[in-house]
């Protein structure tokens, strides 16, 4: 099991800057990519960013030049900087980690943090 911990939402004004960090732990041995998805009410969870072990970056085309990914190995944790925030930002932003298990992939999410951008 990867438990995975999020921290850093809040509310912000548009054009503010956040940045949200998450904790793993536990079978952190052999996970590979972690991420960054976001679901507003109504809508299905979705990418914002993601970082594979070899720090392959993948950005939503709405977040690209506004949001970065960072991972430090060592403290087994991983990063967003958003900056620029739009309100349309707003959403429960959740951390992602897949651990690779034989020739399956294993996904855990944390629990989520609450991102509100105001207008």
């Known amino acids: 099991q990867v438990q995975l911990v999020e921290s850093g939402g809040g509310l912000v004004q548009a054009g503010g800057s956040l940045r949200l960090s998450c904790a793993a732990s536990?079978?952190?041995?052999?996970?590979?990519?972690m991420g960054w998805y976001r679901q507003a009410p109504g809508n299905q969870r979705e990418l914002v960013a993601r970082?594979?072990?070899?720090?392959?970056?993948r950005y939503a085309d709405s977040v690209k030049g506004r949001f970065t990914i960072s991972r430090d190995t060592a403290k087994n944790t991983v990063n967003l900087e958003m900056n620029s925030l739009k309100p349309e930002d707003t959403s429960v932003y959740y951390c992602?980690?897949?651990?690779?298990?034989?020739?399956?992939?294993?996904?855990?999410w944390g629990q989520g943090t609450q991102v509100t951008v105001s207008s």
């Open positions: 536990g079978s952190i041995f052999r996970v590979d990519a």
């Open positions: 992602k980690a897949e651990r690779l298990n034989g020739n399956t992939r294993l996904i855990y």
């Open positions: 970082i594979t072990s070899d720090s392959i970056t």
